[in-house]
């Protein structure tokens, strides 16, 4: 089965600075999606950004970028240019590209993120 | 825009009560999906449908019922509730997920309490 960690269940970080959170995932399949979303207080679950297992170039989305080690099965999440709204709980997720995989979600225990003004 | 809805957005039962969570959305998704949050915990998956009268279980299936009688509909049955269910409830929706370009779009959730 796969599994995502996240090793960090909190982390700050100041505002305007960078902060990476880290995850770590397994998996015995070759093609498959990470993702990160955020969960603010208002417990809305939000997709921040996608990569996809068979584009080498990391992703990008505005201030969010992503570290993508396959062989390390690596994603780590920067934000840069931190800002107040940055604040919530992110879940790493992967799922299957294919197969009985392909329709579940699995996500890591979360990281919660605050910033400091 | 309404997207996927969830009703109600709060909830009390006391243990052995039955109660039905509802999920709707309107963009004609075939993938519709139940996960449950816990504290310290990310979302796990409860039951999926990947089209009307299609369900399979998922990681936490146990005390749970589902039926999709309809593309838009799919809800989730607690039947005798236990306070090891005490959790959030999110639906999600999306196209097949076998689209590269598929994005899965998550109600606001339901706070659930079992006494």
């Known amino acids: 089965a796969q599994t995502v960690t996240q090793s960090q269940p909190e982390m700050s970080v100041q505002e305007a600075e960078t902060v990476t959170l880290s995850c770590t995932y397994d998996t015995s399949e070759s093609d498959y999606y990470l993702f990160w979303y955020k969960q603010p207080p208002s417990r809305q679950m939000i997709l921040v950004i996608r990569q996809e297992a068979y584009k080498q170039q990391n992703a990008t989305e505005n201030r969010f970028s992503v570290n993508f080690q396959k062989a390390a099965k690596s994603f780590s999440l920067k934000i840069s240019d931190s800002q107040l709204g940055d604040a919530a709980m992110y879940f790493c997720?992967?799922?299957?590209?294919?197969?009985?995989?392909?329709?579940?979600?699995?996500f890591g225990k979360g990281t919660k993120l605050s910033v400091i003004p | 825009n309404a997207g996927v809805t969830q009703t109600p957005k709060f909830q009390v039962l006391k243990t052995g009560q039955s109660m039905t969570l509802q999920c709707a959305q309107d963009?004609?998704?075939?993938?519709m999906s139940w996960y449950r949050q816990d504290p310290g915990m990310g979302l796990r998956l409860i039951h999926y449908s990947v089209g009307a009268g299609i369900t399979d279980q998922g990681e936490v299936p146990n005390g749970y019922n589902v039926s999709r009688s309809t593309t838009e509909d799919f809800p989730l049955r607690l039947l005798s509730a236990a306070p090891s269910q005490t959790s959030v409830y999110f639906c999600?929706?999306?196209?097949?997920?076998?689209?590269?370009?598929?994005?899965?779009?998550f109600g606001s959730g339901t706070q659930l309490s079992v006494l």
């Open positions: 997720a992967y799922r299957a590209h294919s197969g009985a995989g392909s329709y579940q979600l699995t």
């Open positions: 999600a929706s999306s196209y097949s997920p076998g689209q590269r370009k598929e994005k899965l779009f």
């Open positions: 963009m004609n998704h075939e993938y």
